[in-house]
């Protein structure tokens, strides 16, 4: 009976040592499968790299700057994250907005406002890495930034008055903004968040594009986040074309702003997409309009930029008059009857341009103190946008970055660029003035 037993453990240990080795050679010949895909050439050698970790790029912008720059400069940092990410893994920091100009609302806490009370978060990040600040700020598990660039121009300006590309550490041109504390932390202005600090802080001359700084942020600077402050400073490196115009196509409202520009459109424009021909697919990238397929409310648009333009008198601002007989023009020529107008006009002038269109239905959008509220100065700002970039014809204000935007939203929604890029001649300019140039969407 012990005989039999004793055979019945030695047949047991035999079969377990023939099944390990069998794991073993199947688990051998899956590594041996791997070496094959990582071989160079003929050498029979494993070479893999360390995985790098994830880095942040923030940004800021000249605090004079607007909303509408501000959304350009977003596009230069999202393709310089790009640009990154084909050698490292990095994520954009959407700056929290705030302290903006053209906001005149003073009694409105209008700052620390994230991207996503504006814009379409996930539709950014189709395009490219983005989180919001606080996300960041839990990722990291503390309020810090490891190194700031201030970005400056030369103070030599160019060389030999010709433009070359070039990036150095400079002395600080003016007095920095970032001021060491008492445990060698540099604090300042971050977004109006008060315990965000940084470690490090340095001046960078930059004369360039985004692709002149990308190389520096990989081989020259090792911190996991990087703040670039004065980011206007970097310039577009292939504006107009396919990259440019995926961050621009990624960058849509967020779909609470433009559900209250479309119910304002049925309710007093008597537009809506399906009549008009702009409806748009959920996902940017699926979206291809041929220039005229979109046909547009039966109104027209207008974007009359006032306050500072008129204050400084400007030779490219019309008088309201001006304005207002040019309009009356285009709607007999174009057979229509009413006027959605967009400006920073104060109502009195608002009340004037309507009362040369007295045969006209003039309207505008003023928005709810619930909406105001809510979404402030720039959702109403987008609103503006939304509904004028749905019009039938669509004019603006010279220069404007708010008219530019404009035009390419409607460029997007597939207008005709006849329909699109227009604007109004100034007061001490000729009646037939430039106008602006059209720029086509490349895929």
Known sequence: MATSMN????????????????FLSVISLANAADDIVFQSGNQQKLNVGVAKARRFLLYDVNPGEGFNLRRDVYMRMANLVGALGETEDWTLVLPPWGRIYHWQNRHLDQVRIPWSTFFDVPSLNRHIPVIELEEYIKIRGKPEIDQILYLQSYKEGWSNGKFEEKVDERDCID????????????????????????????????QGFTTTIAPVLINNITATSVFLDRGEKISHKYFGQAEYWKARRSMRFAKHLTDIGDDFRRGFLNSDDKRDKTEVTEDWRDMRRDPGSATGGP????????????????????????????????????????????????????????????????????????VLEKYMDGGVAIIDQWICAHARYFIGTGVSTFTFRINEERQILGFDPKMTYNRFCGHAEEPDCEQPSAWKIVY
Not at 7 to 22: A, G, P
Not at 311 to 330: F, M, N, S, Y
């Open 7 to 22: 055979c019945t453990r030695w047949l047991v240990f035999t079969l377990y040592i023939l099944f390990l080795t069998l």
């Open 175 to 206: 007095r920095p903004m970032y001021q060491k504390d008492s445990d060698g932390l540099y604090r300042g202005w971050f977004w109006g968040y008060e315990d965000v600090y940084a470690k490090a802080f340095k001046c960078v001359s930059i």
């Open 299 to 370: 109104y027209i648009a207008v974007h009359l930029r006032r306050q500072d333009y008129a204050r400084g008198g400007r030779k490219d601002v019309p008088t309201l008059q001006a304005a207002a007989e040019h309009v009356e023009g285009l709607l007999k020529k174009l057979k229509l009857k009413i006027v959605f107008l967009a400006t920073d006009a104060p109502k009195r002038e608002i009340d004037e341009f309507k009362k040369y269109l007295s045969n006209f239905k003039v309207v505008n959008y003023v928005p709810p103190k619930v």
